[in-house]
């Protein structure tokens, strides 16, 4: 599976969007990007995923560039039950549907 | 949404004892179950995958015979730390992929395993 880049920490106010980035340059045609988060002491919750076209849910956005190389994740107002560790992962599904944490991004929501 | 369960939430054993932890799918049969382990302050680290009625493959430097995982049901699997020591404290976390064609996992809350 291709490898993520995430950067180690980022910010937030309350209320304004929180825009995750992650770089996945070697990502090839058949891989997912997905996004999970973990709250402290908790276990992984998922988020979103896509393939090429941009997706929203509930929860979140996702914006993945149309080369595919990297992508954003969007929560469009932060709260402060949002403060995680959000983790970008690529991976190609099918039988072989392992995924491979890497240190993800603390996203500190701040009051 | 699908919701997995992990008994027990926490755990406090004695060296060279086994413990057993068990991660259910509640709301829908899910055909592999994955380990995790995680450090404090550290990322999750795959230990094994299993599917229901076969054997577990385990990541490398995992040793089987250590952690004994059973996949007996499409709802349920176990992970036992067998002849724990301390080292193997840790936050063990399970998750479930299921029948839907969906290629999303869904985590367990975790159990906290400290070996004394």
């Known amino acids: 599976d291709a490898k993520t880049t995430q950067p180690t920490s980022m910010d937030c106010a309350e209320g304004r969007a929180a825009n995750l980035p992650c770089n996945h340059s070697t990502i090839s045609g058949n891989e997912y990007v997905y996004w999970y988060r973990q709250i402290h002491s908790q276990g992984p919750q998922y988020i979103i995923h896509?393939?090429?076209n941009n997706e929203t849910n509930e929860m979140a956005s996702l914006i993945i560039t149309e080369d595919r190389k990297s992508s954003t994740l969007i929560l469009p107002h932060a709260t402060l039950r949002d403060t995680a560790v959000y983790y970008c992962i690529v991976n190609s599904g099918g039988s072989n549907y392992k995924l491979t944490f890497g240190k993800g991004t603390l996203l500190t929501v701040n009051p | 949404g699908a919701v997995v369960s992990q008994h027990p939430s926490r755990v406090i054993c004695k060296s060279g004892t086994s413990v057993k932890i068990e991660c259910r799918s509640l709301?829908?049969?899910?055909?592999?179950m994955f380990w995790y382990r995680q450090f404090p302050k550290k990322s999750l680290m795959l230990m094994a995958t299993s599917n229901e009625g076969s054997k577990a493959t385990y990541e490398q430097g995992v040793e089987k015979d250590k952690f004994l995982i059973n996949h007996a049901s499409l709802t349920l699997s176990t992970l036992t730390v067998t002849s724990a020591h301390p080292e193997d404290s840790s936050f063990y976390i399970c998750?479930?992929?299921?029948?839907?064609?969906?290629?999303?996992?869904?985590f367990g809350p975790g159990t906290r395993l400290t070996v004394l």
């Open positions: 998750s479930a992929r299921g029948y839907k064609g969906d290629n999303e996992q869904f």
């Open positions: 896509g393939l090429k």
């Open positions: 709301d829908f049969q899910a055909t592999t």
